[in-house]
């Protein structure tokens, strides 16, 4: 098949590399260079730095409202266009150009958590388990008719880099098994109850909130592990908590019950596992409190 494939972050990657040795991979449509890393210079997204050294065309338009930018991917002649975490909206035009339209990548079970942050929400919202759909995009968000499946589980000790790692390896064996089949695949329609939202998630509820029972804590940590991460101040200096685990105790919230960093929170209490202070590198807990003396009864802000 003749194949236009849309993604930009390193979850789209395990999509493309399966899909490229298979198909035809015309072009590949990802989000422009960013300035990043402490110079800010352009970086281009793990999808360009890929197809590039594997010498598939690559295009970066800012948008793909204009006529042009519309007749120029009609002009690709594709059979189905593959979207894996685009970041841009496709309009009508471009949903219908490709012969079989543009089918996407989610990284939920749908309808449950459309839109921008489904690995994240899906942990801290404390789900069991998660997965993968394909899907006919529509002009919808997240709302058209669903292809396959496949569930992957979440457990305590899952983060959002891990169920990234997990869902992104599904996608690509989902996605060519899609493809193999599209022709003898029956949409299904999505059901209209259990419709949540991701919501974009905002650096501003990566605080540490100790006043929640543990397991919310520890799922909130887990969830934001490793970006933003989740952070609590302690000696005036923030704090990353990349992962944790409850941990038996009762005291005042946001109170450190011994000198191993347990921390009280509504009901129970939570030991961080790996930290980071700012400018520096993830640590076990145990090399952070050898360089940094906690006393039980230590106030977190």
Not at 120 to 136: E, L
Not at 264 to 284: H, N, T
Request: charge should be neutral.
């Amino acid at each position: 098949m003749r194949v236009v494939f849309m993604g930009t972050p390193e979850f789209s990657v395990a999509a493309l590399s399966k899909l490229a040795p298979i198909h035809d991979v015309v072009c590949v449509y990802t989000q422009p260079p960013r300035p990043a890393g402490r110079g800010q210079a352009d970086r281009p997204s793990p999808v360009q730095v890929w197809a590039e050294a594997h010498n598939i065309p690559v295009r970066s338009p800012k948008s793909l409202k204009s006529p042009e930018e519309q007749a120029a991917f009609a002009a690709l002649n594709a059979d189905v266009a593959v979207v894996a975490a685009y970041g841009l909206i496709l309009p009508k035009a471009i949903l219908d150009a490709p012969k079989h339209g543009c089918i996407n990548i989610h990284a939920s079970l749908l309808p449950r958590w459309r839109g921008a942050a489904p690995i994240q929400r899906a942990i801290m919202a404390g789900d069991t388990q998660t997965g993968v759909t394909i899907m006919q995009m529509d002009v919808g968000l997240d709302t058209g008719d669903m292809l396959l499946m496949r569930n992957v589980p979440i457990t305590p000790v899952t983060t959002a880099q891990t169920l990234h790692d997990d869902l992104s390896v599904v996608g690509g064996e989902l996605i060519v098994e899609a493809l193999s089949k599209l022709d003898q695949l029956t949409p299904q329609k999505q059901p209209d109850a259990g419709v949540t939202y991701a919501a974009k998630i905002d650096k501003a509820e990566a605080k540490i909130d100790f006043n929640r029972p543990a397991g919310d804590v520890v799922r909130h940590i887990h969830g934001l592990s490793p970006f933003p991460g989740a952070w609590l101040e302690i000696k005036g200096e923030r704090l990353k908590v990349l992962k944790a685990m409850a941990a038996s105790g009762k005291g005042h919230p946001g109170e450190t019950l011994d000198d191993a960093f347990t921390v009280a929170c509504a009901d129970g209490a939570i030991q961080p596992i790996l930290v980071q202070r700012a400018g520096r590198g993830v640590v076990p807990l145990a090399d952070f409190l050898r360089g940094f003396a906690l006393p039980a009864g230590t106030r977190l802000a």
